[in-house]
């Protein structure tokens, strides 16, 4: 379960959110700039809120009065980017491995070899980025996501890019991937998305769920 309370002045408003997540899949909807995307910074750690408190699966991420902001790479979180951020000097065997090595994880080839049967990405280990479809381009920023086995998975804007007939094939693809007990939240301004993909939904205006 992820739990979240956090506050944080912006320069347009002030972000002043709560919910929790179970294992499901919660989904946050609303305008570019209402603070979606600043929200999954402070869980990840990128960015850390004036108050508050981010607990994973018991786990304290974050307390304000207690003084806890445990570091980006100790939360186990994973995050999507927008752009998939797949490193483009590196072949998709490599993107999914390097982060794996730098944690020093055991037996990284099976770990990687593995992810990559089950998002039927074995193929395309040898491509990389630019000789990548866009669906492709996801499978493979999601297999690198799930090689480190993270406790919680957010996805910011996963489908910006896409075009709609592509949108509609990778929506279907992702419902049956998201199929693991694990909190997920996904982010996106478009409310088919959203409703299609999502067991709970909330939505985010000028920093505030409404």
């Known amino acids: 379960m992820l739990e979240v309370q956090i506050y944080k002045k912006l320069a347009e408003f002030d972000l002043d959110v709560s919910f929790q997540v179970d294992d ?3 989904g946050l909807m609303g305008a570019s700039g209402s603070g979606k995307s600043m929200t999954l910074k402070c869980i990840a750690g990128i960015e850390t ?3 508050g408190r981010i607990v994973l699966n018991g786990r304290v991420l974050f307390d304000s009065e207690k003084k806890i902001n445990v570091p980006i790479q100790k939360r186990n979180v994973g995050y999507m980017f927008q752009s998939y951020a797949l490193f ?4 998709v065997y490599e993107n999914i491995s390097v982060g794996l090595r730098a944690r020093k994880v055991k037996d990284v080839d099976i770990v990687v070899r593995k992810v990559m049967r089950q998002f039927q990405i074995s193929e395309l280990a040898s491509r990389y980025p630019k000789q990548l479809s866009g669906g ?3 499978r493979v920023a999601l297999a690198r996501l799930m090689a480190y086995e993270p406790d919680v998975l957010l996805l910011d804007e996963p489908f910006s890019a896409l075009d709609e007939d592509l949108k509609k094939d990778l929506l279907q693809e992702l419902k049956s991937e998201l199929q693991i007990s ?3 939240i996904f982010v996106s301004h478009d409310k088919e998305e959203v409703n299609y993909l999502c067991d709970l939904k909330y939505k985010i205006k000028q920093g505030e769920i409404i």
């Open 24 to 26: 499901n899949i919660l």
């Open 88 to 91: 483009p000097n590196m072949n």
């Open 136 to 138: 492709q381009r996801q």
């Open 49 to 51: 809120p004036d108050q």
């Open 182 to 184: 694990k909190p997920v």
